[in-house]
């Protein structure tokens, strides 16, 4: 049934409105967001006693939940989970997020304020932790994350030799805030151009210690958290938050990861036509995440194949058979 386009289109029918969809997902979500890495997420006790190796586990739990709950529950667009203000905390999540909550196990939905800085994907203390040292919180690899993971962006690798030592040096009297300590950072010329593209996405994040606790001051200064991205000036994090809900390379950069992962395969040019395609369907679709999956299971390239490598090493011409083809 499934080498016809009608027994096709049932099965994969029958598979998106299925529970086990959410095993797909959040397989996803774990290569998209580079989740994995919160297995081996550790704190310094001393400076963030509140956070354990429970936190760790809820801090994962909770952004699966919150993705799940708007793109796959809800269907809400895409972009709304850079603003969205509904997610889920837990007992343990709650000392972090300074937020009561009333069960003593198990997870309460939990609604912030329009005006609360809390909310969107950014804003999780899973993102922001995972995304910092164990003693610090880090602009620069909150920075790389968002530039990476969620638009698809180049970051270069920092150049050898460098210099860390006031970027390190959380208690030095002169530079007294991250943005004063990569300032600094940024006069070396070698490090200057990537932290320009970097640091102000990280730096908006800064009201967020290295545990994903709020925080308005470092040292007893106020924090700045105003930046500019790809020629956009803002003042705060849910500023940038909308940007980024507006910027086309975060649907973009979504619908290219999910389409490799789907496949498996290197980017072939079949793929590249075929990403336009998936891209301009995406956006007529209101960006329905799980319409997304249905079509690339669906899609005639999801079932493209190549001729092996011949022996000896010479590359036969790649053939990319359909499942039209196949019937033939």
């Known amino acids: 049934e499934l080498h016809s386009r009608e027994g096709l289109e049932a099965q994969v029918e029958r598979m998106i409105a299925s529970e086990n969809l959410r095993q797909g997902s ?23 006693p509140a956070f354990n190796q ?23 667009p ?7 203000k509904e997610t889920f ?22 609604r912030f304020p329009e005006d609360d800085i809390r909310g969107g994907l950014l804003s999780h203390a899973g993102f922001t932790a995972l995304h910092s040292h164990p ?43 991250a943005r004063a300590r990569l300032t600094q950072h940024r006069t070396d010329a070698a490090c200057a151009s990537c932290h320009r593209f970097i640091d102000p996405i990280g730096l908006s994040l800064e009201n967020f210690d290295g545990a994903g606790m709020y ?34 390379a975060a649907t973009s950069c979504v619908v290219e990861r999910l389409q490799h992962y789907a496949t498996g395969r290197s980017n072939t040019e079949i793929d590249s036509y075929w990403n336009v395609e998936l891209m301009r369907g995406f956006e007529r679709s ?6 997304l999956m249905a079509t690339i299971a669906r899609s005639e390239e999801f079932y493209a194949v190549s001729f092996p490598e011949a022996e000896g090493g010479e590359d036969l011409q790649q053939a990319n058979i359909t499942t039209q083809e196949r019937n033939s």
Request: with cysteine.
């Open 26 to 48: 959040r397989a996803f979500y774990d290569d998209f967001l580079d989740l994995s890495r919160f297995s081996s997420l550790e704190k310094d006790k001393l400076i963030y």
């Open 54 to 76: 429970a936190v760790a586990e809820d801090a994962h739990e909770q952004l699966m939940m919150f993705l799940d709950h708007h793109l796959i529950d809800n269907e809400a």
């Open 78 to 84: 895409y972009p709304s989970i850079f603003t969205a």
């Open 89 to 110: 905390l837990t007992r343990s999540l709650g000392m972090i997020y300074a937020v009561p909550v009333v069960p003593s196990e198990g997870w309460e939905l939990v």
């Open 135 to 177: 003693g610090r919180s880090s602009a620069t690899l909150r920075g790389i994350a968002v530039r990476q993971s969620l638009l698809c962006q180049t970051v270069a690798p920092a150049p050898a030799a460098v210099n860390f030592t006031v970027v390190q040096d959380v208690d030095n009297p002169e530079f007294r805030t």
């Open 215 to 248: 925080r308005i001051r470092e040292h007893g200064e106020m924090i700045d958290t105003s930046g500019e991205v790809d020629g956009i000036a803002y003042d705060d994090l849910p500023a940038l938050e909308n940007i980024l809900a507006n910027h086309e």
């Open 286 to 291: 209101d960006y329905n995440f799980r319409e």
